[in-house]
């Protein structure tokens, strides 16, 4: 196999709880992470130099910064694929449809994406829980990507237990600002300490009971997503996903999540997904192991 052409999913955050913060500043989080049918594209054609090339460039991300890049580096550093005999290299090309910062995991889906293209593409044979290991290193979302199955997580994000949720139609709301996860998790006013809960208590307690520790810090610091929370609430009850910026709402049928797509005023981007247990990743490479 020389080339491969894979989605790379968008997430959502259905409850997040910040239980507490470690000595290196990174957060403790409870949360319950679903796949969305809606996400990037990623085009990959092997090389048969060590070069890694990504087009087209991603707006105010050097590429040596893009995350599909660092993956891709990463690989070859642990695999000592560059500069040996051994040589592997790769062209990308991204179709971007996620919003960047917005709270749907692009980046770190496109990184798991790359881990799992490349491992089957340069048949490195790394197990998914390796190629999770390594792409923690790039980002706390990297994980649940590569696992590929809807999941409750703690530690930074990284402990992940699958569950099977209900796969409501979401209707997701982008208020054209950019969050920097940063920014929320640096801010003094955040609620760092809900006491953590059991997997069994937060399924139980079901979608009226969750909610976002992130949202009070968010609606302060960007007001527009306050906005695009207040109007997605007049039709269904409205969170945010990760640090945001988007926004999201839960129907039943797929007609009434278009219904609120029309009503999406100018200046705001929305589109309708259903919710996956199983990464439409994992979903189009198969049985991973028939792969590896
Ligand atoms: C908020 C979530 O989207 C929930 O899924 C994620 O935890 C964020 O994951 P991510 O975007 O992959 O975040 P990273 O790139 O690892 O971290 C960005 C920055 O956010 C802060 N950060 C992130 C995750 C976490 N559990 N605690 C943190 O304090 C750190 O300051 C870090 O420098
Ligand atoms: N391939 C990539 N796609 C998107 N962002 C990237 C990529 N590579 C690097 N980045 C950087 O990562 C930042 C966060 O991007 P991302 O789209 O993952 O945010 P997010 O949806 O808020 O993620 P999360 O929910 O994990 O916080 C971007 O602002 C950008 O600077």
């Known amino acids: 196999m020389s080339e491969l052409t894979l989605p790379a999913p968008a997430k959502l955050n259905r409850l997040l709880h910040i239980t507490g913060r470690r000595a290196d500043g990174y957060h403790e989080l409870q949360t319950l992470f679903q796949f969305l049918e809606h996400g990037d594209i990623l085009h990959f054609q092997r090389r048969d130099d060590d070069r890694i090339r990504l087009t087209p460039a991603l707006d105010g ?19 000592g694929c560059r500069h040996g005999g051994d040589r592997r290299g790769i062209d990308i090309t991204l179709d ?7 709270g749907l995991g692009g ?35 990297v994980p649940v990507f590569v696992q590929g199955h809807a999941a409750w997580a703690e530690g930074i994000g990284e402990r992940l237990t699958p569950v099977a949720l209900d796969s409501p139609w979401f ?3 982008h208020p054209n600002v950019t969050v920097a996860t940063a920014s929320v998790f640096g801010a003094a006013q955040l609620t760092r300490d809900t006491p953590p809960i059991s997997m069994a208590r937060a399924l139980q307690e079901g979608f009226d009971a969750w909610r976002n520790d992130c ?11 306050a906005e695009a929370l207040d ?33 999406v005023g100018e200046g705001w981007q929305a589109f309708k997904a259903r919710g996956c247990n199983v990464s439409p990743l994992h979903q189009a490479l198969g049985p991973y192991d028939q792969l590896a």
């Open 107 to 141: 980046g770190s889906s496109n990184a798991a994406t790359t881990l799992l293209a490349l491992n089957c593409l340069w048949q490195l044979g790394l197990s998914l829980d390796h190629l999770a290991a390594l792409g923690l290193r790039l980002g706390a979302d």
């Open 171 to 173: 209707v997701v709301v």
């Open 231 to 263: 109007w997605l609430s007049e039709f269904a009850p409205a969170r945010l996903t990760g640090t945001g910026a988007c926004v999201f709402c839960q129907v039943a049928h797929e007609h009434e999540a278009s219904r609120i797509l029309q009503r």
């Open 61 to 79: 991300v050097a590429e040596r910064d893009n995350l599909i890049v660092r993956a891709a580096r990463l690989l070859q550093d642990e695999t």
């Open 96 to 102: 971007k449809r996620l919003p960047l910062g917005g």
């Open 215 to 225: 949202e009070p810090t968010v609606r302060r610091l960007y007001p527009a997503v």
